[in-house]
């Protein structure tokens, strides 16, 4: 009699046991992995809404994608070079080069995805030759987007410049404006406004879009696609082979993002890959 107690007992315990590993192994099955943490400061559009629509491809790769909204072009390489972030998305590489060299930071570019063009706004006139003379354009105050406008007028023929100055120029440069045009250096995001006193604005695609223009449709002149001022994911020196960082890379250099950008924007903003 005992030992029919014992082997029943026996035979209990082992069934428990049994269901309890099922029920262990099932619930491991059912656990998420944790994910890892990437934090990217990004200015809205069209930055952060790309960064948006890679994030899915990347939680399946075990990466949680933090974007942190930012909406100026100092504050993103600042938070970077200070670790609060882990990459930054809003600028292209001559202005990165310029502002490490400015405030002595080491930051580097860990991939390209898209031109962003500058073009030329203006609320009062239809055409670029329609510009009287004596008037105001306002243009960006950093050295390298105030260079990369002034070119973009005197390749339209608007001014000259000094050619030995290449890509520094500032309106100091300027050896010919038969327009007699005044320039004004205004901080990139604030340019839009000027548009209601200004006859024209040198405005990036980015802050043009958020104005409600489309580059291609409502810009006087506009960049062309071989700008060599393509945007980029910047990082910490050394931390562009961070795994988490080439799998954002790699996200952002697909099909589906050059697809967005060209169905999304009609041309306002260019695919670099």
């Known amino acids: ?85 882990d990459a930054n998305f809003f600028q292209h590489l001559p202005y990165l080069i310029d502002f490490c060299a400015d405030r002595k930071l080491q930051l580097e570019s860990a991939g390209q995805v898209f031109v962003a063009p500058l073009g030329l706004y203006s609320r009062k006139y239809k055409k670029f030759e329609d510009l009287p003379t004596g008037s105001v354009i306002t243009l960006p105050n950093d050295p390298t987007n105030e260079a990369r406008a002034l070119i973009l007028l005197a390749n339209k023929g608007l001014i000259k410049l000094n050619p030995k100055v290449g890509l520094k120029a500032t309106v100091r440069d300027i050896t010919d404006n038969p327009k007699r045009i005044t320039f004004r250096e205004i901080e990139a995001p604030q340019l839009p406004r000027t548009l209601d006193d200004a006859a024209a604005a040198i405005i990036n695609g980015t802050w043009a879009m958020q104005s409600g223009f489309i580059p291609s449709r409502d810009s ?54």
């Not at 002149?221 to 910490?236: C, D, M, T």
């Not at 050394?238 to 250099?253: F, H, S, Y």
């Open 1 to 85: 009699m005992k030992g029919r107690v014992v082997r029943g007992n026996v035979r209990g315990i082992a069934l428990f046991a049994v269901f309890a590993l099922v029920v262990a192994l099932g619930a491991f099955a059912q656990a998420k992995p944790k994910l890892v943490t990437l934090k990217v400061g990004a200015t809205p559009i069209p930055h952060g809404d790309l960064l948006k629509l890679v994030a899915p491809d990347l939680e399946a790769q075990g990466i949680k994608l933090e974007i942190i909204e930012l909406t100026d072009y100092v504050t993103p390489n600042i938070l970077l070079a200070d670790k609060q972030l």
């Open 220 to 273: 006087l002149i506009l960049e062309g696609a071989e700008s060599p001022y393509a945007n980029i994911v910047a990082v910490r020196k050394g931390d562009a082979d961070d795994p988490r960082i080439v799998a954002l890379v790699k996200a952002l250099q697909t099909q589906k993002v050059k697809d967005y950008l060209l169905n999304t924007y009609k041309g306002s903003f260019v695919p670099a890959f």
